[in-house]
């Protein structure tokens, strides 16, 4: 989620940046709801100082003996204007975090503009790209002619965008992941965590997975289906102070588009797959894999 502050101080500014991402702001709407907002807050901190003075008003009252009914009745009635101003300005703040969290992230000003995918631009390139004196396919085509990838029993167990994996295939996609969690464990001074894999919205919404993926999401019955503020996950940096992080989901490696890659690349013309060295440690040694 966006910094508030921009939203609340620079939204023309936000508006303009958006434009480049197709994102349409309402800054009408947001200034509408910033100056509502003002003027609960201080109208919520005027009713609590007063009724606080009243309350000791009240106090003193009693201690001397004197009446405090006016005063009581008083206060009586700050209370429920007071309830009536939180509510409102809950409702407010609410409503500003709702749009607040519909925003995508601002790109940063190198990020070239265009309209898609022909207008990106190559940033950098590492190593030489494989070449193949045959025509090659694609994974999913190698995945089943290997005998080993599976879309339609995966639609079976859990509907659409699934696949079963099975016999070398399936430990390739397990040794990705150990590759990563070793290499980063053991180079990069990451912790290896093992969490729950199901989750709460508000982490969904933490993580900004939800609203925007939320046509996406498997949901549990009477369940409640990465970007650092709204988690408040923040780090210290070498001077000491408080930042927020910067986070992406899939962050070590996104394993299934690894696995993607690593077919698509690897793949000979007599339809096998060589496994890369630094995996055939997590592949009991295996050069290549062969149609089972």
């Avoid at 009724?51 to 009252?61: E, L, V």
């Avoid at 190198?110 to 193949?132: I, L, Q």
């Avoid at 040794?175 to 990451?190: I, K, P, S, V």
């Avoid at 210290?236 to 070590?252: A, F, Q, V």
Wanted: a neutral charge.
């Amino acid at each position: 989620m966006l910094d508030p502050q921009l939203l609340r101080k620079k939204p023309e500014d936000t508006a303009r940046i958006l434009k480049t991402r197709n994102c349409d702001l309402d800054v009408a709407r947001l200034q509408t709801l910033e100056e509502r907002r003002k003027a609960l807050q201080v109208r919520t901190e005027q009713l609590r100082n007063l009724r606080n003075t009243r309350s000791k008003a009240i106090g003193a009252a009693k201690a001397a003996g004197g009446d405090a009914d006016a005063l009581m009745a008083e206060v009586k009635e700050l209370g429920g204007e007071l309830e009536q101003c939180e509510s409102r300005l809950n409702g407010v703040r609410e409503e500003f975090t709702a749009i607040a969290r519909q925003i995508p992230n601002l790109p940063h000003d190198t990020v070239p503009r265009g309209t898609d995918e022909s207008d990106n631009r190559e940033e950098r390139r590492w190593g030489e790209a494989a070449r193949k004196d045959f025509t090659p396919v694609d994974h999913a085509a190698l995945g089943a002619a290997l005998g080993m990838m599976d879309p339609k029993a995966a639609a079976a167990l859990a509907g659409a965008r699934f696949v079963v994996l099975s016999g070398a295939l399936a430990r390739l996609h397990r040794a990705l992941a150990h590759f990563m969690l070793d290499l980063h464990t053991g180079e990069h001074g990451y912790t290896e965590v093992m969490t729950p894999f199901i989750v709460n919205s508000d982490t969904l919404y933490g993580t900004g997975q939800l609203p925007k993926f939320a046509d996406d999401q498997f949901q549990l019955a009477g369940e409640r289906g990465f970007q650092a503020r709204r988690m408040r996950a923040r780090w210290r940096n070498p001077d000491g102070g408080p930042e927020y992080l910067h986070t992406l989901n899939g962050s070590g490696v996104a394993v299934g588009r690894a696995l993607v890659a690593v077919m698509e690349n690897f793949q000979n013309a007599d339809g096998t797959v060589t496994i890369p060295d630094v995996l055939r440690p997590h592949m009991n040694g295996e050069e290549r894999i062969k149609p089972g």
